[in-house]
């Protein structure tokens, strides 16, 4: 008897579950939408869905009137008042129902396309649902696709597959399988939803189809009712106010607005509210509160319904003065007569700030800019530790210099163009990773014009990989440049008078190597002391002849790139730079004359980062030769 009270009492209690749908991109998140929204409202206006500011309402009759099948096939009851289900699907909005690193959404639809298994985009929202602690449901869909599938979206799907051919309950039974290894290898059981015992071990698995409505019901039935289940205490309404922003924008003729969803406690008209900004914290005051008005109304003048007061859950639209730096994402509080205002402008504060903690200043880092502080969070967390490589090692984490929230401006693009002025290693840094946000035309064009490339994905590890490329061309074209200038060290003579083949500017000769490697471009000098083949006896040239570069070397009548001792005798032409004096054969050279490569220090680092490893360990010996040969310190 007891126990019947209090079930009753809490059942009175219960606000709406609020539900988010994640997923890959095209499994079906918003056809699933679609399809639930539209089948409540052709079933009639009473008791049907009601459209709130970011979210669809489902009351309860509504729900139990869709799945009576289902309901008397396990026979339940409901709690719940209904469903409070979030319009907008995907990583967005459910990153910015959060609050202090847990999860405002009460329940999840993750949905998986069965024909393609868990994808990657997947894998993101199990890790963030999992780093949220928020329970979801997993709907395999597109069942419709199985070859053969007849439809029955008028029976619980658990008989529709019943009623299947022999064939298409295989491939069903194949390709759940295959999605249930899937999701053991990221840690997960799952198991269909009307064989599962043990709902807090095992994922629930709903096979649906958005397009046929298969499985259309038992989502439902299952969204109405795991939540009595599992979370009992987390949907029991209190008067404790907890709302985050979906959305800032503006519309004609109410300036700019705020979409909150309120999951729990009251909002009322006028009352003092704090939001976070970019710049600060938000004071204002809530000027109306509205909601659409319902479909049949559509004909009255204003397409919105003032509220004076609305309790959760549900999503409303607020007016108000002074938003329009407030942050999409940012937890909103009220400021009520004993509240210490001061104290929840810190408290609204409290995600940017952490936010700005992983912010490196002044440092070497990427600009990032996501749509709203949920996703710039998931975004941050990300390239902190952005996954793994193909052999299993943790990736570098992506350091972070600026951030920015909305679309990318040319504010955005000039902070992120300082980074260009530094003098640092490299220039890789120097660009915008964009989240999910447009680019502003003028930000495209001084993006262009300063140098800045700005890359822009929908998913996050495409950043990752678009960064990962950036860094790889740079250092690969960097290698490139550095090839011409990492000299290798070599020590030539000509192999006799004879070997002078043209004395004059292109110079040919016949020449041995002595020691090291002779390549293609290579400046030659020629220094005016003895060359001893020993570094302890080697003395320092007073005068160095800048000889020329070496622009062809050949064997036997063909062209070759390199020559080592091991050549024999190759004939090379040196050519000297453009408006430098001859030297005369003779007089500034003869036959006898040495010639080695024009190393300098920082040709020397150059071999010495690019090529230590090709450069073989006598060559490296030369290089201390030469240096004491050419005085490089
Ligand atoms: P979203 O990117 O996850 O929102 O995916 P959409 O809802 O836009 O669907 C992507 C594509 O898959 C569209 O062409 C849909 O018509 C199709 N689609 C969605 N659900 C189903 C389904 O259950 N069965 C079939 N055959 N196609 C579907």
């Known amino acids: 008897q007891m126990e019947t009270n209090l079930q009753k009492k809490s059942k009175d209690n219960l606000r709406c579950p609020v539900v988010c749908v994640l997923g890959h991109v095209d499994t079906g998140k918003t056809k699933i939408l679609d399809k639930i929204r539209r089948t409540n409202v052709q079933d009639g206006e009473a008791g049907g869905i009601t459209q709130q500011i970011g979210a669809s309402f489902f009351p309860i009759d509504a729900i139990t009137e869709k799945t009576r099948p289902v309901m008397e096939l396990h026979k339940v009851e409901y709690n719940v008042p209904g469903l409070l289900i979030i319009d907008t699907p995907g990583h967005e909005s459910f990153t910015n129902l959060r609050t202090r690193g847990s999860s405002l959404c009460d329940l999840a639809v993750l949905v998986v396309d069965i024909m393609h298994g868990l994808e990657p985009q997947t894998i993101e929202s199990i890790g963030l649902l999992k780093k949220r602690r928020a329970p979801f449901v997993i709907a395999l869909n597109k069942i419709d696709r199985l070859y053969g599938w007849e439809p029955h979206p008028e029976l619980p ?264 002025e530094r003098e640092r290693e490299w220039e890789a840094y120097a660009c915008i990773l964009a989240f999910d946000v447009p680019v502003l035309p003028d930000a495209e064009r001084s993006a262009k014009e300063i140098g800045i490339p700005i890359y822009t994905a929908e998913i996050i590890y495409h950043l990752f990989d678009a960064f990962t490329k950036r860094v790889a061309d740079i250092k690969a074209k960097k290698k490139e440049e550095a090839k011409k200038k990492a000299l290798y060290p070599v020590v030539f003579k000509i192999v006799d008078e004879r070997c002078v083949f043209n004395k004059k500017d292109p110079y040919i000769l016949g020449i041995d190597v002595v020691e090291g490697t002779l390549k293609l471009g290579l400046p030659v000098v020629i220094p005016n002391v003895k060359w001893t083949g020993d570094a302890k006896t080697q003395t320092a040239a007073t005068e160095l002849l800048e000889f020329g570069q070496v622009m062809s070397i050949e064997k036997d009548k063909k062209a070759i790139d390199s020559a080592t001792r091991a050549s024999g005798n190759v004939a090379i032409r040196i050519e000297q730079r453009k408006n430098m004096k001859e030297y005369t054969f003779g007089r500034h050279w003869t036959h006898e004359s040495l010639f080695v490569s024009r190393l300098n220090r920082e040709s020397i680092d150059l071999l010495k980062e690019h090529f230590r490893d090709e450069v073989p360990k006598e060559d490296w010996k030369l290089v201390v030769k030469l240096k004491k040969l050419l005085n490089i310190p």
Do not use: W
């Open 157 to 420: 799907v658990q008989q529709a597959l019943e009623m299947q051919a022999d064939s298409v309950k295989a491939e069903f039974q194949q390709r759940y399988d295959f999605a249930v290894r899937q999701l053991q290898e990221q840690g997960l059981n799952a198991c269909v939803f009307y064989e599962n015992q043990d709902v807090r071990t095992f994922l629930n698995v709903v096979p649906t189809s958005a397009i046929s409505g298969d499985g259309m019901m038992d989502l439902l039935f299952l969204l109405s009712t795991l939540p009595a289940k599992m979370l009992i205490d987390k949907i029991m309404y209190h008067e404790n106010l907890e709302c985050t922003v979906l959305e800032v924008k503006a519309i004609e003729g109410l300036g700019t607005t705020m979409d909150v969803i309120v999951v729990n406690g009251k909002l009322k008209e006028k009352q003092k509210i704090v939001v976070c900004g970019l710049e600060g914290p938000i004071v204002t005051q809530i000027r109306s509160l509205l909601t659409p008005q319902p479909m049949k109304e559509m004909r009255v003048k204003t397409p919105y319904i003032h509220h004076q007061e609305i309790k959760g859950a549900i999503g409303v639209k607020i007016c108000a003065n002074g938003i329009e730096r407030a942050l999409a994402g940012s937890n909103l509080y009220v400021v009520g007569e004993d509240d210490d205002e001061e104290e929840l402008k810190d408290e609204v504060m409290k995600d940017l700030g952490g936010i700005l903690k992983k912010v490196k200043k002044n440092e070497d880092g990427v600009y990032v800019q996501a749509s709203t502080l949920g996703s710039l969070e998931a975004l941050l967390e990300f390239l902190e530790r952005p996954g793994e490589d193909r052999d299993g090692n943790p990736n570098p984490p992506i350091p972070v210099s600026g951030i920015g929230i909305g679309p990318v401006s040319k504010y955005d693009v000039m902070r992120c163009g300082v980074m260009l």
